[in-house]
């Protein structure tokens, strides 16, 4: 099952999305994502935490 997550299911006046076909991909992405346009928020564990209970299966 494709897993999937979106800066605005975070609240975040944004347009970025992604989908994956594991957590560990989609998180990488998400990652590469937060350091290029997010610089506010830092990576780590609570955020993270928080950012992974936002992810869907699709």
Request: with cysteine; proline share 0%; glycine share 2%.
């Amino acid at each position: 099952m494709a897993k999937s997550i979106s800066c605005s299911d975070a609240g975040k006046d944004c347009k970025w999305s992604a989908t994956t076909e594991t957590e560990e991909e989609l998180m990488e992405k998400v990652t590469e994502h937060v350091i290029a346009e997010h610089k506010e928020i830092e990576l780590d564990a609570e955020a993270i935490t928080s950012i992974k209970s936002l992810i869907r299966d699709i």
